[in-house]
Nanobody, 124 residues
Framework: QVQLVESGGGLVQPGGSLRLSCAAS????????MNWYRQAPGKQRELVAT???????NYEGSVKGRFTISRDTAKNTLYLQMNSLKPEDTAVYYC??????????????????WGQGTQVTVSS
């Protein structure tokens, strides 16, 4: 069983910064990608940033240059540093992990897991 626990959300003024963390635990054989998504009220969930097993990163256009995704491989922890925050960044942020776990018989099985989400509110 794999669990993802996010932290670091909160209320911040426009132009401010927040750092989100996502700690992964459980039986993970290998990690393919780790991702941050967000979902604003009334909108679909969107991919914000991703980092693969080689450390390559990709960002959604509106956050490029403002957000930085990183990870601590030893701690199985994912981060999202968010700078120059805007009101339109307000959303629930979710981390996800795509990797190799185990099925009920202990055999390798690719799967994806999600955290519970953390609220980020950008407002004056």
């Amino acid at each position: 069983q794999v669990q993802l626990v996010e932290s670091g959300g909160g209320l911040v003024q426009p132009g401010g910064s927040l750092r989100l963390s996502c700690a992964a635990s459980g039986s993970i054989r290998s990690i393919y990608t780790m991702n941050w998504y967000r979902q604003a009220p009334g909108k679909q969930r969107e991919l914000v940033a991703t980092i693969d097993s080689g450390g390559s990163t990709n960002y959604e256009g509106s956050v490029k240059g403002r957000f930085t995704i990183s990870r601590d491989t030893a701690k199985n922890t994912l981060y999202l540093q968010m700078n120059s925050l805007k009101p339109e960044d307000t959303a629930v942020y979710y981390c996800s992990l795509v990797g190799l776990g185990s099925d009920s018989r202990g055999r390798p099985q690719q799967d994806s897991w999600w955290g519970q989400g953390t609220q980020v509110t950008v407002s004056s």
